[in-house]
Nanobody, 124 residues
Framework: QVQLVESGGGLVQAGGSLRLSCAASGLTFSRYRCAMGWFRQAPGKEREFVAA????????SYADSVKGRFTISRDNAKNTVYLQMNSLKPEDTAVYYC???????????????WGQGTQVAVSS
């Protein structure tokens, strides 16, 4: 099993920055060298892919809507993955979820483990 706990959400003005963190625990996480992903879900919308990173951190992937503004990274010594969000826009407002799976992907169905989410609100 893998347990994931997100933190770092909040209210920020457009153009501002936030850094989300996701702390992972559980034997499966390290045993299977899990990739990590960030997804988000706005009210009335489907959950969508934001970014992902492999266990090694060498390979990352981003949604077109966040490329150049968001950066995903990880610290395996701390079992933590981060999402640095810069130049935030009102359309970035959503609940942000981290997810883990042995294989990196960009679809929700590709991730076995999920956190509870953290709210990000961007005011105009």
């Amino acid at each position: 099993q893998v347990q994931l706990v997100e933190s770092g959400g909040g209210l920020v003005q457009a153009g501002g920055s936030l850094r989300l963190s996701c702390a992972a625990s559980g034997l499966t996480f390290s045993r299977y060298r899990c990739a990590m992903g960030w997804f988000r879900q706005a009210p009335g919308k489907e959950r969508e892919f934001v970014a992902a990173i492999t266990w090694s951190g060498v390979t990352t992937s981003y949604a077109d809507s966040v490329k150049g503004r968001f950066t995903i990274s990880r610290d395996n010594a701390k079992n933590t993955v981060y999402l640095q969000m810069n130049s935030l826009k009102p359309e970035d407002t959503a609940v942000y979820y981290c997810a883990a799976d042995p294989t990196m992907g960009s679809r929700t169905s590709e991730y076995a483990y999920w956190g509870q989410g953290t709210q990000v609100a961007v005011s105009s």
